[in-house]
């Protein structure tokens, strides 16, 4: 449930992917499996229902007591949250290279960590906007237009949740819908959360099918690129270095924690 926490707070968070911790915290793999083969393994579906309750569970109580921190801090001690969420990614690295036995590497294990590290910075890059400050005069009406490019926003957010370093929140800051979400999260406005949970429950199930599948038929292959996500996922992110002595220390001790508690989270 602690971890299904952290991926929810990653979530509220544009540019941290919930995908990312997932790895980070060591249940990618399993909540991949149980999202994808939910319909289809009935033997197993008992078994899902309970893990996937906890995790999401942790993660919708976390998106809701955490948005209004999560703003705070992200509004006065920007540098440093973010800084806490790279320790967190880069920590997790040799945990990640250690989940599959058989990592060595090869030319298409290359290929496809490059083609990892390459779609995170295409996406970063070509993007018109990397950060949406949340402006107290957005609505959240809803007509049948709205209520559609939610369902859109939501599938493709849904998807990219759980893929690593692509942010779930940052491809609704994208389609122009975070602000809207984010304020109905803050005042429990359920009218737009329940169209926004349509299209994100179908592209969770549709994206976590094809990585299963992935993991099946090419696991170091898919692994490699999972990697080369993770790793290349810190540049977007990055919020450069805190000004003054005092300023620098504090985003060392934070960045190294978080690095330290993601390294020992990885073992377990």
Known sequence: MLKGGVIGIANVIPGVSGG??????????????????FFTHKEKRKEYVIFLSIVFSGAGVSIVAFSWL????????????YLFFIGLILGSVPSIYKTHPDMKLSRSAFLTFCGGVLLILLIFFFSPVHHA???????????????????????????????????????????????IVIRAV????????????????????????????????????????I???????????FP????????KLTALVVFFLAAFISYRLGDR
């Not at 990312?20 to 083969?37: D, K």
């Not at 709205?146 to 998807?159: C, T, Y």
């Not at 990697?227 to 992110?237: H, M, N, R």
């Open 227 to 237: 990697l080369g996500l993770v790793v290349a996922s810190v540049v977007p992110i």
């Open 20 to 37: 990312t911790m997932a790895v980070v915290l060591g249940i990618y793999q399993r909540l991949i499996e149980a999202i994808g083969n």
């Open 186 to 225: 803050k005042n429990i406005n359920l009218l737009p959360l329940f169209f926004l949970g349509m299209g994100i429950g179908f592209g969770i199930w549709s994206f976590a099918k094809l990585i299963d599948i992935l993991l099946k038929r090419f696991p170091k292959e898919t692994f490699y690129f």
């Open 133 to 179: 400050p949340i402006k107290s005069d957005v609505g959240v009406s809803i007509d049948s237009r709205q209520a559609i490019m939610l369902i859109i926003s939501g599938f493709f957010s849904g998807g990219s949740m759980i893929m690593p370093g692509i942010s779930g929140s940052f491809i609704l800051v994208l389609l122009g819908q975070y602000q």
């Open 70 to 81: 999560m703003d705070y801090l992200l509004t006065y001690y920007e540098q440093h949250t």
């Open 240 to 247: 450069g270095i805190p000004a003054g002595l005092a300023g």
